[in-house]
């Protein structure tokens, strides 16, 4: 599929099948669980398995506490049980084996599969999407009854494992900015929803929702839990903007610049709140209107593009397939050989044929500093290990970056691009060939 947009949607089509992904953005989203029972065992084989997870550990490269948890709950007591140091394969699993539950955070980092299917995710949700991988002995619970501050989506790996789910308990607790702390049986009521997950299920709750799990006396429990939309609502986007909004208001309106009145102090604050007075009724009204007239200041695009870049910077870097590496900059043949390096110069000209190597990889974004274009393709699989990625672009290169987007998911020749000078057109595909942005129709070296 050449549109990544597609591929994406396509993907949380599969998710969520067989509901619809509109029946399931309707009914379910933030607003009520989901239950799928598939009867399919196999329906996530290849995304991961205890095998991948043993293949982690011999690794060498799984540390206690960065990337993995040892933890128990039984008699309403939740402990963490990481020793410090690498976690090595012999304790790992004797921890396993004496009842502890296994958390690998981030398995995105260790398995392709599951970066891979992340890195198309996040596409489809504008938002990252992260996950953790559970490992649970029979007849055991790792963890206590809580919730979160995502979206929740538990895919049933291995095995199988009883949940139980439960209503927020208060207004307060419906899709809460941060997660609870570990809570008792005796804070929870009744639950809502309870049944046993088995391989190919999938369960989804959204954040608010308390939920625990634990697993049956005869079988073990693998589980990829995905989640996304932390941090990701109209009232987090309203904490760049109102700041913004002001500020640009103070500098434009002198209305917000004039001084208070000077006995405001006499009749208003909690004090006088009962007070019946002219004056706080026209402070009131004052403020009020200040507040109406501050949407006029608000530079809503510009917030919503620091959110962008904010996003870019969490999104894990694209994969690229076999055909995409030989047409882009990570599979150009530049190599040491017969004493000298050879096939080093790219040679892209007026009638290479280009376009993004998938739609949201980059950001234009208007700062003071100048028109930066930002981008995922040198990110890491570990989250935020390298600070955001930028270009500082010309201003008169903002239309030909609008264009390749537009264009997506076409090619373009290279003359076609709205720079004023075919140099300019030349230099610019270059420079976002070499970031690993564009990629060309053909190689631009047949090895």
């Known amino acids: 599929m050449e549109d990544s947009r597609q591929r994406a949607a396509e993907l949380f089509r599969w ?43 011999r690794s060498g490269e799984v540390h206690f506490g960065t990337h993995l948890d040892v933890t128990s709950y039984a008699d309403g007591v939740r402990e963490t049980h990481n020793p410090s140091g690498r976690a090595l394969p012999a304790v790992v699993w004797d921890f396993y084996q004496n009842g502890c539950s296994l958390r690998l955070l981030s398995p995105q980092t260790f398995s392709p599969t599951v970066w891979q299917f992340l890195s198309v995710l996040q596409e489809h949700f504008g938002s990252m999407a992260g996950a953790n991988t559970y490992l649970t002995p029979p007849g055991t619970q790792g963890f206590a009854p809580h919730y ?79 989640s996304s939309y932390q941090r990701n609502s109209w009232g987090d986007l309203l904490e760049k903007l109102l700041p913004a909004a002001l500020q640009m208001a103070l500098e434009e309106d002198v209305e917000y610049r004039q001084g208070l009145p000077m006995d405001y102090l006499g009749y208003m604050g909690v004090a006088n709140s009962e007070a019946v007075d002219a004056r706080r009724t026209a402070f009131m009204e004052k403020v009020q209107s200040l507040i109406r007239k501050l949407v006029n200041y608000a530079p809503i695009d510009a917030a919503v593009d620091q959110r ?45 044929e280009v376009r993004l190597l998938r739609h949201g990889i980059i950001r234009l974004c208007n700062e003071e500093a100048g028109v930066m274009l930002y981008y995922t393709t040198e990110n890491s699989r570990v989250y935020h290990k390298e600070e955001p990625k930028f270009l500082e672009i010309d201003p008169e290169y903002t239309d030909s970056i609008e264009f390749l987007l537009s264009s997506y998911p076409n090619h373009a020749r290279v003359d076609s691009l709205p720079c004023e000078t075919l140099e300019d057109k030349i230099s610019l595909a270059t420079l976002l060939f070499e970031k690993g942005i564009l990629i060309t129709k053909k190689p631009l070296v047949q090895v």
């Not at 870097?317 to 790219?346: C, M, N």
């Open 15 to 57: 998710l969520v099948a067989p509901v619809a992904p509109g029946e399931f953005l309707g009914q379910h989203w933030e607003r009520a669980p989901l239950l799928v029972q598939r009867g399919d065992p196999s329906y996530y084989a290849g995304l991961f398995s205890t095998a991948d997870f043993d293949a982690a550990l």
């Open 148 to 226: 979160d501050d995502i979206e929740a989506f538990v895919l049933q790996l291995e095995g199988k494992k009883h949940w139980r789910v439960y209503r927020p308990r208060t207004d307060a607790e419906v899709l809460p900015q941060f997660s609870s702390a570990n809570l008792t049986q005796a804070e929870l009521g009744e639950p809502m929803l309870e049944t046993v997950l088995e391989a190919g299920d999938l369960l989804y709750f959204p954040r608010g929702f308390i939920h625990q799990g634990d697993c049956l006396p005869d079988a073990h429990s693998l589980h990829i839990t995905v």
């Open 308 to 352: 962008a870049k904010s996003f870019l910077h969490d999104c894990l870097p694209p994969v690229l397939t076999e055909s995409e590496k030989a047409q882009s900059v990570y599979g150009f043949p530049a190599r040491w050989q017969d004493g000298g390096p050879h096939d080093v110069d790219i040679r892209i000209t007026k009638d290479t």
